[in-house]
T-cell receptor, first 111, second 113 residues
């Protein structure tokens, strides 16, 4: 059964500095997603990564995928307060037709 | 284009009762999935429906059931509620199971007393 692990669980970031969230998954996955969730809100899709070496960037966030290592990373460049939220990675398996989510990483950006 | 809508947004029930939650997908989306989010277990897949047929089901007891209507709207039902069923229930839609991204609704916050 596919398992997804994220670390760290909590990240206190200083504004202006760079950080990385790691997402490991245990078996082959067809796609890897990153979602953002603000407190009390739903999930907002950030990125979908389809193949080995895929890299996607949006603003200060960059996601990458290494299917051989079964690892995805979400890199935050020059953190700003607006990025404070919980970030989830999720691996999708077509045969099971479902997303398996990581535990989430709660990001808090401080001045 | 309207997003995924879920009703009701908040619900309070007592143990032993049953509850029905509703989800209207994005127009043109025929696949609807349901997830449960709790602080202890995180986000867990409940089931997916496509063209009124359940495609897959997560590891939840039979008290959790769902259905999909011909207009793609979906409902999930939880019978004989337990305290542990208190959670945020999220519905997600996509055009069909072979397309990539699921779009999530705002969720229904269920509290069981």
């Amino acid at each position: 059964e596919l398992k997804v692990e994220q670390n760290p669980l909590f990240l206190s970031m200083q504004e202006g500095k760079n950080y990385t969230i790691y997402c490991n998954y245990s078996t082959t996955s067809d796609r890897l997603y990153w979602y953002r969730q603000d407190p009390g809100k739903s999930l907002e899709s950030l990125f979908v990564l389809l193949s080995n070496g895929a890299v996607k960037q949006e603003g200060r966030l960059m996601a990458s995928l290494d299917t051989k290592a079964r690892l995805s990373t979400l890199h935050i460049t020059a953190a700003v307060h607006d990025l404070s939220a919980t970030y989830f990675c999720a691996a999708y398996t077509g045969t099971a037709s479902k997303l398996t989510f990581g535990t989430g990483t709660r990001l808090q950006v401080t001045l | 284009k309207a997003g995924v809508t879920q009703t009701p947004r908040y619900l309070i029930k007592t143990r032993g009762q049953q509850v029905t939650l509703s989800c209207s997908p994005i127009s043109g989306h025929r696949s609807v999935s349901w997830y449960q989010q709790t602080p202890g277990q995180g986000l867990q897949f409940l089931f997916e429906y496509f063209s009124e047929t359940q495609r897959n089901k997560g590891n939840f007891p039979g008290r959790f059931s769902g259905r999909q209507f011909s207009n793609s709207r979906s409902e999930m039902n939880v019978s004989t509620l337990e305290l542990g069923d208190s959670a945020l229930y999220l519905c997600a839609s996509r055009r069909d199971p072979n397309t990539d991204t699921q779009y999530f609704g705002p969720g229904t916050r269920l509290t069981v007393l």
